[in-house]
Antibody, heavy 121, light 109 residues
């Protein structure tokens, strides 16, 4: 059974930093791209970042590029999101999800339950 | 940045059929946008339904189908059940970024 469990969320002051982690199990982690998606309170989903299976390619939404860094440790089956210079509009539930390519398309299939990040003074 | 637009809300009767759409501000949506659809119920994580325009995941009920319709990606629910009441979001690949639509709140009434 595929499982994705996020951790590391919490309350942080504007300008502060936080590191999110996602523990993956039930599949060959090193074979899959992974992604972070966030959802501000009462708002829609927003794609944040992707990382290739071997970590050699990364992409980010414009609003976080230069402040957030996605990384992974395939030996530990772990996905991370280092978030620096946090702003109030980064407040959201952050979801870890599996991202892959099959049948001619990219897709997100499995999602974690999310971890809440609140940026406030 | 590309804006992806969905109907804010739709209402359907149980047993009925409803189509949700997903449009791109840059023009017609094609298969190259790799349309994905997700269902989300209050307090839960999203659940994947459709990818690559019309491919279903192993858990996707048969009553859900995807297509391209009039330059948009579309999600059709046929024989709607009360449990289908939820928020539905589409995801498109737009250049070098992935963009979600704002979501459609589907009410089954």
């Amino acid at each position: 059974e595929v499982q994705l469990v996020e951790s590391g969320g919490g309350l942080v002051q504007p300008g502060g930093s936080l590191r999110l982690s996602c523990a993956a199990s039930g599949f060959i982690f090193s074979s899959y791209w992974m992604t972070w998606v966030r959802q501000a309170p009462g708002k829609g989903l927003e794609w944040v970042a992707n990382i290739k299976s071997d970590g050699s390619a990364k992409s980010y939404v414009d609003s976080v590029r230069g402040r957030f860094t996605i990384s992974r440790d395939n030996a530990k089956n772990s996905l991370n999101l280092q978030m620096n210079s946090l702003r109030a509009d980064d407040t959201a539930v952050y979801y870890c999800a599996r991202f892959d390519y099959g049948l001619g398309s990219y897709y997100i299939d499995y999602w974690g339950q999310g971890t809440l990040v609140t940026v406030s003074s | 940045q590309t804006v992806v637009t969905q109907e804010p809300s739709l209402t359907v009767s149980p047993g009925g059929t409803v189509t949700l759409t997903c449009a791109s501000s840059t023009g017609a949506v094609t298969s190259g946008y790799y349309p994905n659809w997700f269902q989300q119920k209050p307090g839960q994580a999203p659940r994947a339904l459709i990818y690559g325009t019309n491919n279903k995941h192993s858990w996707t009920p048969a009553r859900f189908s995807g297509s391209l319709l009039g330059g948009k990606a579309a999600l059709t629910l046929s024989g709607v059940e009360p449990e289908d009441e939820a928020e539905y979001s589409c995801l498109l690949y737009c250049g070098d970024a992935w963009v979600f639509g704002g979501g459609t709140k589907l009410t089954v009434l």
